[in-house]
């Protein structure tokens, strides 16, 4: 199958830009002038730190970072973050859990280690399709943080606001990051596994409050502690430097294509593409509920595991990849991310009206 034939739902590792894929091969084999490519390059050589701050300085400002808040790129993948959070923000005290899908489920487990969790809301009974309402959180008064996931990958929903709450939020961004202006003088912390809109896998990026670290338990990891990283600037060993050289491509293109707020409307286009088949349809049913669903993560199915089976082999023999939903929800799942160019949903939804003109 050739690439230009194929769109990639994928929910990460996910689609890049050709255009990123295209710049990082012609570079690969000699970095600018360097003679060695990126792969090749001491983390501590100018060339690297230049890649490096570029890729920092660019988060900064698309993200619209303020001071007050120290960007960090890290390893271990958002799951590390599960531990470090409460590692470095909880260390024995409480925080406020709410529970939303599995990432976030995991999250509150691993703090249980390192301190006490309250469970703010938890909508496990009803299969995570849906996401609390402000009024029904129950917040606990000392608590040292709330902590949710803003998009739920795997169920494909999404709070469309930020919570109040007395204490600072920490939120898991790995399928939201990028995709929508946010205003991060409210966080103590985000963290966002990149392998979905702004890297490969293998880099993680964590947006701390720096006065807010310093406060871990003594037998934290160091490369776990956010003042060991915030100190070094996240090189106390060997960064993802091949991932921070993509990152720096990827933010290049988001800044060429418009920024966050492009990135937002195009997000919300595609998505509306899929839903409105949804909507419609008298054969595939959502799983998310209508005011809750992602604009990232879109999950549905037939009610029949045959005919989703049939859908998903139809939709790779169109060239519409990895439409498979996780197994834990199944069903389908497409994945639209930054990347995703606005005619890989509107192929996906003339399929999905095809297919329901078949077989219903
Ligand atoms: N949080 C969310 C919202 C995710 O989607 C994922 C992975 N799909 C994770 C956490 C775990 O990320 P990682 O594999 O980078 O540890």
């Known amino acids: 199958?050739?690439?230009?034939?194929?769109f990639n739902?994928?929910?990460g590792p996910s689609t890049m830009p050709r255009s990123v894929l295209e710049k990082a091969a012609s570079e690969l084999l000699n970095y600018r002038g360097t003679g060695m490519s990126v792969m090749e390059m001491s983390h501590r050589s100018a060339a690297f730190q230049e890649i490096f701050d570029r890729a920092k300085a660019s988060l900064k400002e698309l993200l619209r970072v303020p001071d007050s808040h120290e960007i960090l790129l890290l390893q271990g993948g958002a799951t590390l973050q599960f531990a470090a959070v409460p590692m470095n923000l909880l260390a024995g005290g409480e925080a406020d859990y709410a529970v939303t899908g599995r990432f976030s489920g995991r999250a509150a487990e691993e703090a249980k280690k390192y301190?006490?969790?309250?469970?703010?809301?938890?909508?496990?009974s009803t299969g995570h399709d849906r996401i609390p309402k402000q009024s029904e959180l129950i917040l606990s008064p000392g608590a040292k943080y709330f902590y949710y996931c803003a998009n739920?990958?795997?169920?494909?929903?999404?709070?469309?606001?930020?919570?109040?709450?007395?204490?600072?939020l920490v939120c898991d961004m790995s399928s939201d990051i990028l995709t929508r202006p946010v205003d991060f003088s409210r966080f103590a912390l985000v963290y966002a596994g990149a392998q979905k809109n702004m890297a490969p896998a293998g880099l993680t990026v964590v947006i701390v409050d720096k006065s807010l670290v310093g406060r871990e338990l003594p037998e934290t990891p160091e490369l776990m502690s956010y003042k060991a990283m915030v100190q070094s600037d996240s090189m106390l060993n060997t960064p993802p430097c091949w991932c921070i050289y993509m990152l720096s491509l990827m933010l290049d293109w988001v800044r060429e294509t418009g920024g966050v707020e492009a990135m937002e409307k195009r997000k919300m286009q595609r998505a509306a593409l899929l839903y409105d088949v949804l909507d419609d349809?008298?054969?595939?049913?959502?799983?998310?509920?209508?005011?809750?669903?992602?604009?990232?993560?879109?999950?549905?199915?037939?009610?029949s595991k045959a005919l989703d089976a049939a859908f998903v082999e139809g939709a790779e023999e169109r060239g519409l990849l990895c439409v498979k939903g996780h197994k834990s929800a199944g069903g389908m799942?497409?994945?639209?991310?930054?990347?995703?160019?606005l005619e890989g949903a509107e192929k996906l939804a003339d399929y999905m009206r095809e297919f329901e003109r078949k077989h219903v």
Do not use: Q
């Not at 301190?115 to 496990?124: E, M, N, W």
């Open 9 to 11: 739902f994928a929910a």
């Open 152 to 168: 739920n990958t795997i169920y494909g929903t999404e709070w469309h606001y930020d919570p109040e709450t007395a204490c600072p």
């Open 333 to 341: 799942r497409a994945s639209l991310y930054n990347a995703m160019p």
């Open 281 to 303: 349809s008298r054969l595939f049913r959502p799983h998310a509920r209508r005011e809750d669903r992602s604009f990232m993560n879109v999950t549905f199915s037939t009610g």
């Open 115 to 124: 301190g006490s969790v309250h469970f703010a809301a938890d909508t496990s």
């Open 1 to 6: 199958m050739k690439r230009e034939e194929t």
